[in-house]
T-cell receptor
Framework: AQSVTQLDSHVSVSEGTPVLLRCNYSSSYSPSLFWYVQHPNKGLQLLLKYTSAATLVKGINGFEAEFKKSETSFHLTKPSAHMSDAAEYFCVVSDGVGGGFKTIFGAGTRLFVKA | SAVISQKPSRDICQRGTSLTIQCQVDSQVTMMFWYRQQPGQSLTLIATANQGSEATYESGFVIDKFPISRPNLTFSTLTVSNMSPEDSSIYLC?????????FGPGTRLTVL
C-alpha cells in the first residue's frame, strides 16, 4: 500500500526567506513523486516530478525537491519566498500497479508568505 | 502531456437531484480517474475508469452514488446521484500517462 504524509498543515515564512515543505511517503514499488500547487480558486499546477532519474529535481518558479530513499522523503524547498508563492501545496505519490498506477494525494500544506 | 476539459465548470443544484459531469481528453488514454476535493481539503480518489470495463471504486464510494461511464478512450462521465449538501465539492477528472497525471480544471458543485 502507498501513502503520503505532509508533516505540516500550515507553514508561514517571510518574503525573501527559505521555504521548506516536508513530505514523507511509503510505497511498495518504486514510486513516482510529485509536488502540485493550487492557488485559491485555481486548478492544480505541476511544480516538479521525480520518476527515478536524478534525485534532485528542479521545478518551476525556483522550487526544487530531493528524493531521499533512505528517509522516504521528498521535501520541497525554495531559497527565497515570494508573495506569489502563497498557495496550497500537495505532495503526491504514484505507483505502478498491475499495468496501471494509482495516485495518492497528501493532505496539503498551506504556505503563507508575510511581507 | 494531455489537455482535459470538463463540463460544466460549475453548477448549483437542488438536493435530491443528479448531475452528470463530462470529461474530454485531447488524446486516447487507457486510464481515467475521478477525484473529489471537498472545501478546504485535499483530493480524494473516487474511482478509476478503464475503457471497456466497470470502474473501480475506492473505499467509501459506491457505484449507485457515483455511476461512471467510459464509452471510449477520450471521454468519461461521472454522475453525482441523489445529491445532498455534503456532495458540494470540486470534482476533477484526471488522466495518466507515463506515471504522470494531468488534471482537468474541475467542476465546482454546490448543492442547496
Amino acid at each position: 500500500a502507498q501513502s503520503v504524509t505532509q508533516l505540516d498543515s500550515h507553514v508561514s515564512v517571510s518574503e525573501g526567506t527559505p521555504v521548506l515543505l516536508r513530505c514523507n511517503y511509503s510505497s511498495s514499488y518504486s514510486p513516482s513523486l510529485f509536488w502540485y500547487v493550487q492557488h485559491p480558486n485555481k486548478g492544480l499546477q505541476l511544480l516538479l516530478k521525480y520518476t527515478s532519474a536524478a534525485t534532485l529535481v528542479k521545478g518551476i518558479n525556483g522550487f526544487e525537491a530531493e528524493f531521499k530513499k533512505s528517509e522516504t522523503s521528498f521535501h520541497l524547498t525554495k531559497p527565497s519566498a515570494h508573495m506569489s508563492d502563497a498557495a496550497e501545496y500537495f505532495c503526491v505519490v504514484s505507483d505502478g500497479v498491475g499495468g496501471g498506477f494509482k495516485t495518492i494525494f497528501g493532505a496539503g500544506t498551506r504556505l503563507f508568505v508575510k511581507a | 502531456s494531455a489537455v482535459i476539459s470538463q463540463k460544466p465548470s460549475r453548477d448549483i443544484c437542488q438536493r435530491g437531484t443528479s448531475l452528470t459531469i463530462q470529461c474530454q481528453v485531447d488524446s486516447q488514454v487507457t486510464m481515467m480517474f475521478w477525484y473529489r476535493q471537498q472545501p478546504g481539503q485535499s483530493l480524494t480518489l473516487i474511482a478509476t475508469a478503464n475503457q471497456g470495463s466497470e470502474a473501480t471504486y475506492e473505499s467509501g464510494f459506491v457505484i449507485d452514488k457515483f455511476p461512471i461511464s467510459r464509452p471510449n478512450l477520450t471521454f468519461s462521465t461521472l454522475t453525482v446521484s441523489n445529491m445532498s449538501p455534503e456532495d458540494s465539492s470540486i470534482y476533477l477528472c484526471s488522466v495518466g500517462r507515463e506515471a504522470e497525471q494531468f488534471f482537468g480544471p474541475g467542476t465546482r458543485l454546490t448543492v442547496l
